[in-house]
């Protein structure tokens, strides 16, 4: 990995990938120190994501350093026309650090390329959300001690689910066992097939949300299908309460198995399967932090 | 005597570059990627010629110009299979093919309208991941393009 910015998950190697665990894992263990004293890090949202902005802010914080930025575009000059290339130039003046979300796919990787201050991807459109991976990745290799060899079940919404898209690429490294289990609208899209093809991935797709398949897993990886992605409702209206983990449905499942989710849940997700231990999504938010602190130390080169 | 008559339609060359063996339907795109309206040298364009191989065809005679292999292989995307005759006093010295390169900047359009390559004034740039079948990843926003889908700037 180029040290300097952290846009793709698809830029990192196995070797970043484990370094990122060892560092945030040594993050959870003290997550207060000082090693950002002196520096300025700006969050530029020029799209709204309130959980993903107070997760950086927090790690820079907790890291003693300062947060400048805004957290809508609509209050910055890029409502009033100034280009994307201006806006990073004009930071790159201020801040040691550029922690970036927008709407537009490729932003955070051409943001980086026109300035020396390294970036960090914080969500581009619909193309990365890479500390986001790295915070599921965390989960995983905290929960199993490891990363190698699991089988990882993935529910719901695997045609536009970012978080899916980008775990597959991270996890390809550890020899994963994936199931993916979607309505024929919303599966896996075909170049992340010929992407598992290629890395020799085992990989098997079920329609169905059964039990046979959770007892088989180790994480099961749930995701939010969304209304507004269906072009024919009356197929929502088929499958809404289709993919919908119930604490019914754990009874049988491996003791090391373990639930996440990217968040925010609406409904797929049962509340009685809260207090089930096998419930580590809340856990896993909170894990967000340390997994930032481990990309902010990583690109800044410090601690 | 029909072959002479035939050649007579084109100039004949002292010192360039003949392509030869481009499709008809691509010659104005390889002369505007080849930038040969800024050229202050005789350019001979050749258009619908008839041809064994390809039935039509077209023929860019240039003089005075002598491609670079980067500016040549600007047109591979859409003429894979043009032969470049270098002449120089008449004659043939060289022939030339083009190639497919590792990256392609500012020559394609990628099709990703939430591309900040098409909100930004800016270049784009794509990695051909496949050369075989001519597929291409956009710089920015990753998306994979395949040959079918390619669309010039």
């Known amino acids: ?303 | 005597m029909e072959n002479n008559k035939r050649e007579l339609q084109i100039a004949a060359l002292e010192n360039g570059t003949v392509i030869d063996h481009i499709p008809s339907e691509q010659l104005f795109k390889v002369v505007s990627l080849l930038g040969v309206e800024n050229l202050k040298t005789p350019v001979t364009i050749g258009y619908n010629l008839d041809s064994k191989k390809m039935g039509k065809k077209g023929i860019l005679k240039i003089a005075g110009k002598f491609f670079e292999q980067d500016e040549i292989n600007r047109i591979s995307l859409i003429a894979p299979s043009v032969k470049l005759n270098i002449i120089r006093d008449y004659e043939v010295v060289e022939k030339k093919l083009v190639h497919l390169p590792d990256e392609i900047s500012g020559i394609v359009k990628c099709n990703n309208p939430k591309c900040i390559t098409n909100n930004e004034p800016m270049r784009t740039r794509f990695q051909v991941i496949d050369k075989e079948n001519v597929t291409l990843r956009c710089e920015y926003c990753e998306l994979k393009i395949k040959k079918e889908d390619i669309l010039l700037l």
């Open chain 1, 1 to 303: 990995m180029n040290k300097n910015f952290f846009v793709s998950v698809a830029d990192l190697s196995k070797d970043d990938i484990l370094r990122l665990m060892r560092k945030a894992e040594s993050f959870e263990k003290e997550p207060n120190r000082n090693i950002l004293a002196g520096k300025v890090c700006a969050t530029l949202f020029f799209e709204p994501s309130t959980r993903t902005r107070l997760s950086f802010e927090t790690a820079v914080n907790r890291l003693g350093g300062k947060v400048i930025g805004f957290s809508d575009a609509a209050t910055t000059s890029s409502s009033k026309g100034e280009t994307l290339k201006d806006t990073i130039k004009m930071v790159s003046n201020y801040a040691d650090l550029i922690i970036m979300r927008h709407h537009l796919e490729g932003a955070a990787r051409y943001a980086a390329e026109i300035t020396d201050v390294p970036i960090i991807n914080a969500g581009d459109g619909a193309n990365q959300h890479p500390s986001q991976t790295m915070l599921d990745l965390y989960s995983v290799y905290k929960t199993q001690g490891r990363l190698e060899n699991l089988v990882i079940t993935m529910v719901g919404d695997l045609k536009y689910g970012r978080t899916v898209h980008s775990l597959i690429v991270g996890m390809s490294h550890f020899k994963p066992h994936f199931k993916f289990i979607a309505p024929e609208e919303l599966r896996l899209p075909d170049i992340y097939r010929q992407f598992m093809d290629e890395h020799n991935l085992p990989y098997e797709e079920y329609v169905d949300f059964s039990e046979e398949v959770i007892n088989q897993s180790d994480i099961l990886y749930m995701t939010r299908v969304q209304r507004e992605r269906f072009t024919d409702l009356m197929e929502y209206e088929k499958v809404k309460n289709v993919y919908i983990l119930k604490n019914c449905m754990l009874a049988e499942s491996k003791p090391n198995l373990r639930i996440l989710h990217p968040l925010p849940r609406v409904n797929e997700i049962a509340y009685d399967v809260d207090d089930n231990p096998k419930a580590y999504y809340f856990e896993q938010a909170k894990n967000g932090v340390y997994a930032r602190q481990a990309i902010i130390s990583d690109v800044l080169g410090v601690g």
